[in-house]
């Protein structure tokens, strides 16, 4: 007992804010409020498939037919959590711990491969779909998610 309450006053006296302008003090305060930040934004933006996967190309064309079945999967299966036209859900009104992404912006920012991945595998409160999407099926919603972005 006697020597964890010794060692408690150790850790307090290291980071003890003598001075506003203490230098230490200043540092702890500023990963204190800067590291949630940056952690969240990491974490928003960092996940990444495995390099070989995000190479993977999309096997099928973009023709209407797939366009059309893409967009009936993506609505049975995406568009409660990412929004009818994928520009992403409120983590609020769906009671998720994360808001689920616009896809139409994420596609720009990553490689189909990457997506493909991704949609099989899921991660928290995205679920992942290998068991109940056949590959081709995945492709198709990726090729509608493609067609939603706005021409440049
Ligand atoms: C239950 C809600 C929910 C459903 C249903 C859902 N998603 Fe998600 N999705 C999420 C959440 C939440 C995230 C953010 C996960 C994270 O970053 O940890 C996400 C992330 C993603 C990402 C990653 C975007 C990025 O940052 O690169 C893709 C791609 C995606 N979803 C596609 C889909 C597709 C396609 C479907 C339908 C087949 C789908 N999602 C169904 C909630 C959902």
Redesign the pocket.
């Known amino acids: 007992m006697r020597r964890s309450s010794n060692r408690g006053k150790r850790t307090f006296s290291m980071i003890k804010c003598s001075s506003a302008f203490n230098i230490r003090c200043a540092l702890v305060a500023f990963f204190l409020i800067t590291l949630p930040v940056v952690y969240s934004q990491v974490w ?1 933006h960092g ?1 990444k498939a495995p390099k070989p996967a995000s190479k993977m190309e999309n096997p099928l064309p973009s023709t209407p037919e797939v366009l059309k079945s893409g967009e009936t999967l ?1 609505q049975d ?2 568009s ?3 929004g009818m036209n994928a520009r992403g859900g409120s983590s609020e009104e ?1 009671g ?1 711990s ?1 808001a ?2 616009d ?1 139409v912006k ?1 596609l720009k920012e ?1 490689s189909p491969g ?2 493909y991945w ?2 099989n595998h899921g ?5 992942g ?1 290998k068991d109940d ?1 056949e590959p081709d099926e995945v492709w198709g ?1 990726i090729r509608y998610i493609e067609g939603l972005i706005p021409e440049q």
Not at 123 to 127: A, C, V
């Open positions: 928003a996940w993506y299966f995406c409660s959590c990412h769906l998720l994360m689920p992404p896809l994420r990553h990457d997506f991704k949609i991660r928290g409160d995205m679920p779909f999407l919603i």
